[in-house]
């Protein structure tokens, strides 16, 4: 059941902060309405899409390993070749480019020699893994000048990865994700890999593209992930699209994507990974597929419509006052014109999704503030990539300015983040929340994986009034505010005490009030105490000044605006911190600490984040 507001655990029990201020100074007594659920949209059948007789043989067929050819058995067999020129939709970067072109790969901030670099063999860092093995450097070579001065560049690496994988191997360039997005690369951007004067490489190239198709076709099933599965069968439908003899491949692989696709997504458009960086990737592998239909001049499936409209608005709804990623499960803040450009050439047109319950994110937006809340479970081990221990934290902006936010970047670590900080900003220490004995909420595993922790999660989300009324009557009224209380159950099992996390924002957007509750669970309390912390990682470049009670700290932000954070009872205190930027880089700030040791028949903490001026 939703957790209800109580008398010792609602607006009132903020011990030492001021109530929400209501008209001549006396509080009206708060009524809450039940916000309406999240928008549900119904998914489109996730069915092979309809076709003819003849196509659903052709289809099986091919399913069953008798290639196009065969259908045919008097025909030549026609050499490897693209039948059409595909638009790259998402450009590359331009730094990156140029940086291909002096020599050097560049990843989150890190440059490598292209020289240097082992194709195989020797273990690459994540970041470098999917550049080199998926080819992702290809659209930043593309955006960075002429296609005469990046062709010699793309022959040159495409010659070097090629001299090192001459055939398929184990290891991670022949990861089911990686493959995908390589397939993909080659065929979006073939004219940088095919208008040099050499012959006998172009006709390798091609030959490549065609056996990596084939490969594709019958290791598909191997793919690690959801999110690598959708990858690789978009490159399996491609190839059908844009390589000779393809019908029977683009039918087969329209049926396993539509398939995976209705996997991978939940009921409100999130993909469960629960991270905006698979909510990225997923959109653009979409976006760069109807690329390729377009130049063919062929209409996709429905199914690939719908889903795009599922999966914009969550995207949307991570999003910050300037237009950048918040930082959830690994990711940083990926910056807004990055962002802006992959929603444009979606051609999807739509609003932030408020409650994306299912997906677990909460969005209020009040005024110029924005807050965000994890106020879900962690993703399941098989789904997570850079899996954080993240739930009930919290992120909050004004306007452009971010005041409170978590440290992210996990997904970005091998670049300028080293690899062995990934599991630190993956802890639960490393988000805007509470932490016991600093223990993790949810476990905290290698390889981006997590394991036991929290598994329920309760949300009740209410909009109240100062006046009695009711929020829905289309009645925009003074001094009004959203309440969120949610809870969790990952340090029942160790502690027997259940985290409880009610936050309060007003509508103009110039207080949030939080409690953060810890409530025994079972009939019988544990002996002893527990040592608690709550953490508040501040954004970058705020400037701040103790109080002198100690229980203060005033936030002066860069846009010349004036914060104060106080704690209801316990001391504040300053301490070292990170946030990853959206180019990957490690940047110092810090954040705002309340410890205390506590019994473990639990205690509440209150605290006030409001605007001065």
């Not at 009132?12 to 001549?24: R, W």
């Not at 690690?224 to 491949?249: F, H, N, P, Q, Y």
């Not at 106080?566 to 954040?591: C, F, H, K, N, Y």
Request: a positive charge.
């Amino acid at each position: 059941m939703p957790l209800g507001p109580g008398p010792s655990q609602g607006e009132d029990a903020l011990v030492g902060i001021p109530p929400l201020p209501a008209a001549d100074d006396d509080l009206i007594p708060l009524r809450a309405e039940v916000v309406e659920p999240g928008r549900a949209l119904a998914l489109a059948d996730f069915s092979p899409p309809a076709v003819s007789t003849g196509e659903r043989f052709l289809r099986f067929a091919y399913r069953l390993g008798l290639p196009s050819g065969a259908m045919q058995p008097f025909r030549k067999r026609a050499r490897p070749r693209l039948t059409a020129t595909v638009t790259n939709p998402i450009p590359g970067t331009v730094a990156a480019g140029k940086a291909l072109r002096a020599g050097h790969f560049l990843v989150h901030g890190m440059k490598a020699a292209i020289a240097d670099t082992a194709f195989s063999g020797a273990p690459l860092s994540p970041p470098f893994e999917r550049m080199i093995h998926g080819f992702a450097w290809l659209p930043d070579l593309e955006a960075s000048g002429a296609r005469a001065q990046g062709v010699p560049v793309a022959e040159r690496i495409m010659g070097m990865w090629l001299a090192a994988n001459p055939q398929p191997a184990s290891g991670p360039a022949w990861a089911v994700g990686h493959v995908g997005h390589r397939l993909m690369a080659w065929l979006v951007h073939a004219p940088l890999l095919l208008s040099g004067n050499d012959k006998k490489f172009r006709s390798r190239v091609l030959y490549t593209m065609a056996e990596t198709a084939r490969w594709l076709d019958r290791h598909i099933g191997r793919a690690d992930d959801k999110l690598a599965e959708v990858v690789g069968w978009s490159a399996i439908t491609a190839a059908g699209l844009l390589m000779t003899d393809g019908r029977a491949r683009r039918l087969f692989g329209e049926a396993g994507l539509i398939r995976a696709l209705g996997d991978l997504v939940g009921d409100d458009g999130g993909v469960l990974s629960r991270s905006p960086l698979c909510q990225i990737e997923a959109i653009a592998v979409l976006v760069r597929l109807k690329a390729c239909y377009a130049a063919v001049r062929n209409d996709p499936p429905p199914q690939i419509e719908t889903i795009l409209s599922l999966l914009v608005p969550p995207l949307l709804a991570m999003l910050h006052g300037d237009g950048a990623l918040s930082s959830w499960q690994g990711a940083g803040a990926v910056n807004a014109d990055s962002i802006a450009t992959l929603i444009k050439a979606s051609g999807v047109r739509t609003r932030p999704l408020r409650d994306a319950r299912q997906w677990g994110y909460q969005r209020v937006q009040a005024g110029k503030s924005l807050l965000l809340l994890d106020a879900a479970p962690p993703p399941v081990a098989r789904h997570a990539r850079d899996g954080c221990a993240s739930t009930l934290a919290f992120e909050f902006s004004c306007g452009a300015e971010r005041l409170i936010v978590n440290c992210g970047g996990a997904a970005f670590a091998g670049g300028m983040i080293p690899l062995g900080l990934a599991q630190g900003l993956r802890a639960t220490g490393a988000h805007s929340t509470l932490t016991i004995d600093d223990c993790n909420s949810t476990a905290v595993l290698a390889n981006g994986k997590l394991g036991s922790g929290v598994s329920e999660v309760e949300v009740d989300r209410r909009t109240l009034q100062t006046d009695g009324s009711y929020a829905s009557t289309g009645v925009v009224r003074d001094h009004t505010a959203t309440r969120i209380e949610a809870s969790h159950n990952g340090y029942v099992s160790r502690y027997g005490l259940l985290h409880q996390r009610i936050l309060i924002l007003r509508d103009d957007g110039t207080e949030l009030r939080g409690e953060d509750l810890l409530l025994p669970q079972g009939k019988k309390g544990k002996p002893g105490t527990v040592g608690v912390a709550l953490r508040f990682h501040l954004g970058p470049h705020i400037e701040l000044a103790q109080g002198q009670d100690g229980l203060g700290v005033t936030l002066a932000l860069p846009d010349g605006s004036l914060w104060q954070f106080r704690s209801g009872r316990e001391p504040v205190t300053i301490e070292e911190s990170l946030w990853a930027d959206g180019q990957g880089r490690p940047v110092g700030t810090r954040q705002l600490v309340i410890t205390a040791n506590i019994p473990r028949s639990g205690e509440s903490f209150s605290w006030l984040l409001k605007k001065m001026r």
